[in-house]
């Protein structure tokens, strides 16, 4: 991706987490939604991340809270609302995030 653009997910799957951590280390601009709540504890790229508002934590739900489905639908359904293109890696097929990519392009 360009600066310009910032990367909106989760970052709840293992895949996903790399990708954030490649972007804290490239310096990319970055909204993480979080279905646990915003963290407490930090790491230091995502410390300097902050100081230089390259990072927005957004949650539903206060830090330390449980996932729960409701949540993680409300999560994700955010995430595809405002993101303005969708790269998809591995996901379950007929899982929720399947299901509701599948819902996406029957919309449009």
Known sequence: TTQEMALISTFTSPQEREVLRRALSKKQSIIHVCPQGIPRELSAEQHQALIENRLLFL??????????????????????????????GDITPNGMLATMLASLTQDK
Not at 64 to 88: D, F, M, P, Q
């Open 59 to 88: 949650s539903p739900q206060p830090s330390g809270s449980r996932l729960n489905k409701k949540v993680a639908t409300w999560c994700n359904e955010y995430v595809l609302r405002h993101a303005s293109e969708i790269w998809v």
